[in-house]
């Protein structure tokens, strides 16, 4: 019996880790919202909090962001990294990611960069994890 629990120990995380990889408890995004680029790069947020339900994320994408909904998480593919937010004082309940993924803007011809997604990512107090 000892020897199950410890083994049992051994997989446990240092920190709790959801089911998408960061701290807290997430079993998945409720959708997400892609905005239009801006700076070089498009953003798509992925709603992950309790406080979310698609619902309220397309209200939330549709009539405060002005953003294009979509019931699915964000892809991860070509993405120049990601950004977990957690607003302070909130728990888990009000976690969001946002994706990061290079794009031209029109008029300066600026293409963004995984340096420039970790500082869009650090002005929202988040935590920056590259692809």
Same mark, same amino acid.
């Given at each position: 019996?000892?020897?199950?629990?410890?083994?049992? @120990?051994?997989?446990v995380p240092a920190? =709790?880790?959801? %089911? @998408?990889?960061?701290?807290?408890?997430? =079993?998945?995004? %409720?959708?997400?919202c892609t905005y239009p680029e801006t700076g070089g790069y498009v953003a798509c947020e992925d709603y992950l909090g309790s406080d979310y339900s698609s619902q309220v994320g397309q209200s939330l994408c549709?009539?405060?962001t002005i953003g294009t909904w979509s019931g699915d998480a964000c892809s991860t593919a070509n993405a120049l990294g990601s950004?977990?937010?957690a607003p302070i004082?909130?728990?888990?309940?009000?976690?969001?990611?946002?994706?990061?993924?290079?794009?031209?803007?029109?008029?300066?011809?600026?293409?963004a960069d995984a340096l420039t997604a970790q500082t869009a990512c650090?002005?929202?107090?988040?935590?920056?994890?590259s692809q």
């Open positions: 019996m000892l020897a199950v629990l410890t083994a049992g @120990l051994l997989l920190c =709790n880790q959801g %089911a @998408l990889g960061y701290p807290g408890v997430f =079993n998945g995004s %409720a959708g997400s549709a009539n405060v950004c977990l937010v004082g909130t728990g888990d309940s009000q976690t969001v990611r946002y994706t990061y993924y290079a794009s031209t803007d029109p008029d300066s011809g600026i293409t650090g002005l929202l107090g988040g935590t920056f994890i």
